[in-house]
């Protein structure tokens, strides 16, 4: 087993003020509150407001949990799939608004972004860097159509972020991890450039629960465990019903596993760094916790990381 010295510090997010419920959407869509809750699990999700906004909100918060001086951070990995424009990044407004004068970059895995910024950090510190800012932040109202039964029940708008460091005490690790993608599904779940998200539920549905299973085997096969030894599970925020389904064949428990869509619906690369930091605030991980992050999403793309909390 090989392990990485690796912590994170300091954990911030954002929501919008604005909530668009299910009962709202009844308005003009010919859908209910019942059904939305039933078959995904959501009651409202979150408008309005911007990626770069929403992201620095998120990581202010985050640098303050963490104390560090903006000063100190080597580089920004800021994880979307609704960048404020096509070109150019997202990262270097955010970095500017903190006050950072180094690196920032935009990294586009969908879903999975987040999870791909923890292991791309990971890979920076293993470079020489100390610190690393990993942001997940989506305005997804911006390529969702509110007037799609398919898609408009599922996305909203948020932020994440943490500040990752290196941690050569060993207490904190990235134990393992895995990425993988499959180009050969592109056309499940898109938007084109202009346009609104058009997605085929029942492929991205099934695939989703395969990608699942895949990358959490890949992961604990790496780190040399296995899912008796994880304490708690934080997936991407899609579909309760995905995440059920998934676990009956990998065999978490709901107990174990961190859900906040019911209140913010899919916000994709958000996903996972929100519900993190509602995890924290309600105390649900300790030091020594094994910690599982699992996306999936738009590629497809999965990925997974196991990390000793610190
Ligand atoms: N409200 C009410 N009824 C709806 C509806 C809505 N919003 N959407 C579809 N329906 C109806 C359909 O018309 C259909 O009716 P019929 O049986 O009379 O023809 C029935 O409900 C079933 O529709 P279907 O499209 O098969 O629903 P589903 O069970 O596949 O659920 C999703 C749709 C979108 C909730 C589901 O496919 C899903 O969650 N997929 C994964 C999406 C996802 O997580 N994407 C992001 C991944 S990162």
């Not at 979150?46 to 770069?52: K, N």
């Not at 996306?295 to 793309?301: I, K, V």
Request: contains cysteine; proline residues 3%; aromatic residues 6%.
């Amino acid at each position: 087993m090989t392990a990485w010295g690796f912590k994170l510090t300091g954990v911030g997010s954002a929501l919008p003020e604005k909530v668009l419920s299910n009962q709202d959407l009844t308005a003009w869509m010919d859908t209910t509150d019942e059904w939305i809750r039933e078959r995904t699990g959501i009651s409202e999700r979150r408008i309005g407001g911007s990626t770069s906004g929403l992201a620095t909100q998120a990581a202010q918060r985050a640098l303050d949990a963490a104390g560090v001086s903006p000063s100190s951070i080597d580089t920004v990995i800021l994880a979307t799939t609704s960048p404020d424009h096509i070109c150019p990044g997202t990262a270097p407004a955010v970095a500017r608004e903190l006050g950072l004068e180094c690196g920032a970059f935009d990294l586009q895995a969908a879903c999975s972004g987040w999870v791909y910024g923890l292991v791309v950090a990971n890979g920076l510190m293993l470079q020489g860097m100390n610190r690393v800012l990993v942001i997940g932040a989506e305005s997804l109202d911006r390529i969702t159509d509110y007037h799609d039964r398919g898609t408009g029940i599922l996305f909203g708008n948020g932020a994440g972020a943490a500040v990752v460091e290196r941690d050569d005490s060993g207490a904190g690790q990235l134990l393992g991890w895995d990425l993988g993608a499959n180009g050969n599904w592109v056309h499940i779940l898109y938007a084109d450039h202009g346009d609104t998200l058009k997605m085929d539920g029942k492929e991205v549905y099934r695939q989703a629960v395969i990608a699942i299973q895949r990358t959490v085997q890949a992961t604990l096969d790496r780190a040399g465990l296995t899912v008796a030894d994880v304490d708690i599970v934080i997936p991407h925020q899609a579909n309760v019903r995905i995440v059920e389904a998934a676990w009956k064949k990998v065999g978490f428990t709901m107990d174990q596993t961190v859900m906040i869509l019911e209140r913010t619906g899919n916000t994709s690369a958000a996903s996972i760094p929100l519900a993190l930091d509602d995890a924290l605030r309600h105390g649900r991980i300790e030091p020594g916790n094994l910690v599982l992050f699992v996306g999936f999403g738009a590629g497809m793309t999965w990925a997974s990381a196991l990390v000793r909390w610190a």
